[in-house]
């Protein structure tokens, strides 16, 4: 891999939002970085000084001699840097048009403008990371709660990786070991070579297993969990929302029909991340607006990850509200009855028989709240146990691949059962050691590295 290192450009982009700020950053990495940025900057010799080390000095157009700027210049010396790479980072005055310019002559130097991600692309291809820990870098940036950007930070440090390396080792060592009896059948080996292989699999497939149940938090951890608000009209999706994000987001007004479209709000319950999704109510009508509305709200319905079912208690039960618990039976819901500060219409019993995921509130009272967000907890993150070392599974593709490792090593087993032969187990077994290879990006093809880093910011 190292090898590749000099035939990489030297990549240039701004690494700070796009907009005015008070610094922002021009980073540059690759081989030419220092002489390129000397080429455009007066004060020290850049070559010349140590590493990390920062300068004063000004940024001049190497045509005109025109200023551009008066910037502060880092320098990184390879290979002790983010890319492993030479690496310089220019900081600019915040203003658009400033760092816009910086970026250009150091372009019309020679520098090539940096694809998305292509900053941390470069220090996953130099080794200094994996490809869960580049992963772990964007899930960062995006996290929305301490509970999500904690788990980030775990996964930055290389919890995901170690695990995954060691199960590999391991599995290595017990295929060298196996290639050894098969060279060398002295005694009856065949046996033994069986033997090892079994326990071999058995004890990765059980760590596997507990690495897996680590998979549903952590992802809604990282991704947050799609919430949909549903119910008929009037009966309060709106105000729970407003109340769940703690803020006045949607429109509340008693006319049955006001939310029309689709109004989506980040929530954090416990450092639970919810994507709110507030919907028309769900009923029969002519309106041709609100008929639109209607429809989305049952394609939310479709896509949520979660329920909640919203009914007035100051109201009898009726027709619409029987078609929706109807509706939403085989999903993860929660039923809420609201409006408890009135009389109440019916009973929780009347709605189901099973108490626990009933939950009575009122929004406007603020009441019963936190039982709602008592029940996410319990139904999302209850009983699951942490690995000793926070290795946690964060995305699909993590899962994905660590189900199909899973699998070669039921064929192993199953194999070994059938009697089937040595070098077809082997096989299996092999397989495995990909699948997890592909998770760290040892063994994973070009394609999924592109596809992966091109969903990066620009200058990461
Ligand atoms: N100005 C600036 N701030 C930044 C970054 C950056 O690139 N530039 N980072 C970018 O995301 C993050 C910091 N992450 C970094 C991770 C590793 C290395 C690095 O140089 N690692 C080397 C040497 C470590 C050491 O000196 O001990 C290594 O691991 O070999 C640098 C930054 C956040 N803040
Ligand atoms: N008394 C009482 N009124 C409530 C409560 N929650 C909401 N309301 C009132 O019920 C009416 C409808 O509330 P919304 O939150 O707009 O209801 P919605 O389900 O979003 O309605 P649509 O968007 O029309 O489907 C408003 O007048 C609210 O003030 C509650 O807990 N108690
Ligand atoms: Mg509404």
Known sequence: MM?????????AAISTPIGEGAISIVRLSGEQALTLANRVTTGVDLTQVASHTIHYGHVIDPQTKQVLDEVMISVMKAPKTFTREDVVEINTHGGLLATNR???????????????????????????????????????IRAKTDRAMDQALQQLDGSLNHLIQNLRQEILEVLAQVEVNIDYPEYDTEELTTKMLSEKAQQVQQRITQLLKTAQEGQILNQGLKTAIVGKPNVGKSSLLNVLAKQERAIVTDVAGTTRDVIEQFANVNGIPLQLVDTAGIHETDDKVEKIGVDRSRQEL???????????????????????????????????????????????????????????????????????????????????????????????????????????????????????????????????????????????????????????????
């Open 3 to 11: 090898s590749h290192v000099t035939e990489f450009d030297t990549i």
């Open 302 to 460: 479709q896509r949520a990850d979660l329920v909640l079912l919203v009914l007035d208690g100051s109201r009898p039960l009726d027709e619409e509200d029987q078609v929706l618990l109807q509706k939403t039976a085989t999903q993860k819901r929660i039923i809420i009855i609201n409006k408890q500060d009135l009389a109440q219409a019916f009973k929780p019993q009347d709605v189901s028989a099973n108490a626990d995921s009933v939950i009575q509130i009122s929004a406007v009272a603020q009441a019963g709240i936190d039982q709602i967000e008592q029940q996410i907890q319990q139904m999302f993150f209850a009983g699951i146990q942490r690995q000793q070392d926070g290795a946690v599974l964060t995305n699909a593709r993590q899962v994905g691949l660590l189900q199909q490792a899973q699998q070669s090593l039921k064929d192993v087993l199953t194999g070994i059962k059938q009697g089937m032969p040595i070098d077809l187990v082997q096989i299996d077994m092999t397989n495995c050691w990909d699948q997890l290879g592909e998770i760290t990006g040892e063994s994973a093809p070009d394609e999924l590295i592109t596809q992966l880093f091109s969903q990066f910011c620009v200058g990461k």
């Open 102 to 140: 910086v970026l250009q002559v150091l372009i019309g130097q020679g520098a090539r403008l940096a694809e998305p991600g292509e900053f941390t692309k470069r220090a996953f291809l130099n080794g200094r990371i994996d490809l869960t820990q580049a992963e772990s870098v964007m899930d960062l």
